[in-house]
């Protein structure tokens, strides 16, 4: 399964969710926007924060949108791969095997 497809299998899941929790999905809704928008720290650095705790919490879906997400705003591949080596401080092995996975989505999305 590529990257674009896992991205676009939780989407998926989200939109329906959404359609049944309007409420809750429209609330996260306002609560990622709000949380991501620039501000004191910018919004790729927030969006690089977001990936390296997806990459934390082992998260295969939040790897696939916050890469998406981090390229949007401007980030590059080196700055993934610095996400990453904080990640792996911080986090340990597991953190490495999930950490670099978000190079693959990367040059996905950018190819």
Known sequence: MSWTDI????QGGMEGFGAAQTATAEGFGALHGASLAEGRISAK???LMALAL???KQCVDCIAFYVKASIEAGATRAEIKET???CILMGGGASYTYGVKA??????FTA
């Open 7 to 10: 991205l676009n299998e939780a």
């Open 45 to 47: 650095n927030k969006e």
């Open 103 to 108: 190079l693959a989505p990367y040059d996905e």
């Open 84 to 86: 990453v080596g904080v």
């Open 54 to 56: 997806g990459i934390a």
